[in-house]
């Protein structure tokens, strides 16, 4: 049962975070120049789950429409999983 499972969600994989563009900094700076991005925690990629999709939201930029937050639907990322329609 635990096998159909994992096939039906598809794999794991590393994406380049779209709110911080891969470099895992702050891009708007809001605390420091050094700050890490809040969105992949300074690592500049985020784990998404295959097939995925460009956010609706935010059209893959993961920076929610005119604010320095990262996309609440995607949290970010840039992408979400086929299927998963945003709230």
Same mark, same amino acid.
């Given at each position: 049962?635990?096998?159909?499972?994992?096939?039906?969600?598809?794999?794991?994989?590393?994406?380049?975070?779209?709110?911080?563009?891969?470099?895992?900094?702050?891009?708007?700076? $809001?605390?420091? +120049?050094?700050?890490? =991005? #809040? /969105? &992949?925690? !300074?690592? %500049?990629?985020?784990? $998404?789950?295959? +097939?995925?999709?460009? =956010? #609706? /939201? &935010?059209? !893959?930029? %993961?920076?929610?429409?005119?604010?320095?937050?990262?996309?609440?639907?995607?949290?970010?990322? !840039?992408?979400?999983?086929?299927?998963?329609?945003?709230?």
């Amino acid at each position: 049962m635990a096998e159909r499972a994992a096939t039906k969600e598809g794999k794991l994989v590393w994406v380049k975070c779209a709110f911080c563009r891969g470099t895992g900094r702050d891009p708007f700076k $809001v605390l420091s +120049p050094l700050s890490n =991005c #809040p /969105a &992949c925690g !300074g690592s %500049g990629k985020a784990l $998404v789950q295959e +097939p995925y999709k460009t =956010c #609706p /939201a &935010c059209e !893959g930029t %993961g920076v929610y429409f005119r604010s320095r937050l990262y996309c609440w639907t995607c949290h970010g990322k !840039g992408v979400i999983p086929e299927g998963k329609d945003p709230p």
